[in-house]
């Protein structure tokens, strides 16, 4: 059985930084892109970053242009967890942050950037 298990949310300050995760069980951690999806009040989901499988993209990582160089996506192999650090600078990065891989998703954890 597939499962995600995400967590790490909570309140930062515009400025802060913050380390979501993603604990992954059920299957081969290395064969399936695995992405981190948000959505902000009132928007639709916004795709934010991602690794590909191992056997597709080389387990390149890949970044959305409203994150590229603020955001880093990292994983654990040991672990088969992902994270997402999260360097914050405005509040439009209040969202439900999630993990994704193939059709199944982990929980949302509420990330609120606000002084």
């Known amino acids: 059985e597939v499962q995600l298990v995400g967590s790490g949310g909570g309140l930062v300050q515009p400025g802060g930084s913050l380390r979501l995760s993603c604990a992954t069980s059920?299957?081969?951690?290395?064969?399936?892109?695995i992405n981190w999806v948000r959505q902000a009040p009132g928007k639709g989901p916004e795709w934010v970053a991602a690794f590909a499988a191992i056997n597709r993209g080389g387990g390149g990582t890949y970044y959305a242009d409203s994150v590229k160089g603020r955001f880093t996506i990292s994983r654990d192999h040991a672990r088969n967890t992902v994270y997402l650090q999260m360097n914050t600078r405005k509040p439009e990065n209040t969202a439900v942050y999630s993990c994704n891989v193939y059709k199944y998703w982990g929980q949302g954890t509420q990330v609120t950037v606000s002084a």
């Open positions: 059920g299957f081969t951690f290395e064969n399936y892109d």
